[in-house]
């Protein structure tokens, strides 16, 4: 019984609603009524007087031409409306005064009915009936005029970019504009905005209405657009929309009257425009920092996943500004091994140290270094090239001096250590040219015995000494011994001759030859 009830209940809801939605969809006009107020005569052509109509609702013609007008106070049913466009070109385009009312009307009879008083015929050159002819063939060419007001939204892309606007990021639309018809201005809102967004026009100003066809741009802070956003950007016109209805006397004998009617009539458009936030994977953007997932972290966090300058970090290269890059690039900027880049300091490891250890890692000028061997130019080079390079004991190379135990050293202490022209030095032998040589070849080159050179004086042995000292022991005197024989010399030539010296230091000593 209760079920039976509910069923009955229900029944009857959906019957009222059915019947509420049938009463809401008839036509709102259907039944409508207007007073034919007043009628006026004027004549143009010939002697035919043609009627002029005043309604409740304005000015109205006549579309059966066949009848005859309604008098004065007839009431007058709504029909129809009449829906050809060059009904509503011809009226909305006349005047009110009397005769282009007339001509409009005689141009209706023509373009509707294809009808033209027969009185007219004979006057068919007139410049009324020559009007009226025109207007009819033009209404022809505007079958579809309308007045009902469009809006179109126009726009390049969809996609809203970052921008940065003194100093601050925002995503920016492209440009959009309204083409409107039948209406002058737009106005523009949005929906699912985020907050701080504003519609600009060309000059960046904020506004809500423009003029058809003036542009405007979309622009949302880069702060408040935490996730995938779309905004729905709607623009809307209102315009006047103009039409015919078509009324019926009660009198059915009597002429049907059109007139023309307006409302104001509201038109949208919209697009939505979808924003995709960056994904800054550790980045510092904004004051905000973001880590190796591309989520805002705090700054310890995203020193701990993101500063990876010149390290390699879950098998990925990350470079000297701590950004990911190739293995090479990882390579070219980061391995420095003893090596000054940018003016950082880097060990023998290939890490960044301070300036001392770098020397005392790394300046290996001519050394042995770890069993390395490094040459001139501080670089690891070959033994061999090392022995070419650094090994210069007592020498001079390339402008440089080089020390007794193959070390640079000053000038003066080079001449210390190293010009050793026919000296004994530390048990080694030095020749004339100052190079080490035998005991032999020293004495040969080096010992002047009973000599005096470069106003020396040299002894018995070689050695230096006093010219007393080199007389006695170079110069002793010479006995002269006369010869015997027959052939005899006086005996003062004998003492003149032994006294004289020769040159070089050594007397001459004249012998003869003994005779048997």
Same mark, same amino acid.
């Given at each position: ?51 002029k109509f005043y309604t409740s ?259 990925k290269y990350y470079g000297e #500004?701590?950004? +990911? &890059? =190739?293995? *090479? !690039? @990882? /390579?070219?900027?980061? $391995? %420095? ?67 007794? #135990?193959?070390? +640079? &050293? =000053?000038? *003066? !202490? @080079? /001449?210390?250590?190293? $010009? %050793? ?96």
């Amino acid at each position: 019984m209760m079920k039976n009830r509910m069923r009955n209940i229900l029944y009857i809801f959906i019957v009222t609603v059915i019947s509420i939605l049938g009463i809401t969809t008839v036509y709102a006009k259907t039944g409508e009524k207007i007073t034919l107020t007043k009628k006026t005569y004027t004549n143009f052509v010939g002697a035919r007087r043609e009627a002029k109509f005043y309604t409740s609702l304005g000015y109205a013609w006549c579309i059966t031409p066949e009848k005859k007008g309604a008098d004065e106070g007839a009431t007058l049913t709504y029909v129809k409306d009449e829906t050809d466009g060059g009904l509503l070109y011809l009226i909305d385009n006349t005047k009110t005064d009397d005769k282009s009312y007339q001509i409009t009307q005689v141009a209706m009879w023509l373009y509707y009915n294809n009808f033209m008083p027969e009185s007219y015929n004979k006057y068919t050159n007139t410049d009324f009936i020559k009007s009226a002819k025109a207007l009819a063939n033009e209404a022809k060419n505007h079958k579809n005029y309308s007045t009902t007001p469009a809006i179109k939204i126009v726009i390049n892309n969809n996609v809203m970019s970052l921008v940065k606007e003194n100093n601050t990021y925002y995503y920016v639309s492209k440009e959009l504009s309204a083409n409107v018809t039948n209406a002058q201005t737009y106005t523009i809102s949005l929906e699912n905005a985020p907050k701080g967004t504003v519609i600009l026009n060309s000059n960046n100003k904020e506004v809500t209405s423009l003029n058809s066809g003036e542009k405007f741009k979309i622009r949302v802070p880069e702060a408040n657009v935490t996730s995938k956003a779309s905004i729905r950007v709607i623009v809307s016109a209102t315009g006047t929309k103009k039409y015919i209805e078509r009324y019926r006397p009660t009198n059915t004998t009597k002429q049907d009257l059109v007139l023309m009617r307006s409302e104001n009539m509201k038109v949208t458009s919209s697009t939505d425009l979808s924003i995709t936030p960056e994904t800054r994977v550790c980045e510092v953007f904004n004051g905000k920092y973001y880590g190796e997932d591309g989520k805002i972290v705090d700054k310890d966090t995203y020193n701990k996943q993101c500063n990876h300058v010149c390290e390699v970090y879950k098998g990925k290269y990350y470079g000297e #500004d701590g950004k +990911e &890059t =190739t293995k *090479e !690039k @990882y /390579k070219e900027q980061c $391995e %420095h091994v003893c090596e000054v880049y940018k003016g950082k300091y880097y060990g023998e490891d290939g890490k960044e140290t301070t300036k001392e250890k770098y020397k005392e890692q790394c300046e290996h000028v001519c050394e042995v270094y770890k069993g390395k061997y490094y040459g001139e130019d501080g670089k690891e080079t070959t033994k061999e090239k090392y022995k070419e390079q650094c090994e210069h004991v007592c020498e001079v190379y390339k402008g440089k001096y080089y020390g007794e #135990d193959g070390k +640079e &050293t =000053t000038k *003066e !202490k @080079y /001449k210390e250590q190293c $010009e %050793h022209v026919c000296e004994v030095y530390k048990g080694k032998y030095f020749d004339s040219f100052g190079n080490e040589t035998t005991l032999e070849e020293y004495t040969k080159q080096c010992k002047h015995i009973c000599e005096v050179n470069n106003g020396k004086y040299y002894g018995k042995n070689g050695d230096e000494v006093d010219k007393d000292t080199y007389d006695s022991e170079c110069n002793p005197p010479t006995v002269i011994v006369p010869p015997t024989g027959t052939n005899k010399m006086p005996m003062g030539l004998y003492l003149l001759i032994g006294f004289l010296p020769i040159v070089g230091g050594t007397s001459l000593i004249l012998k003869t030859k003994k005779e048997n």
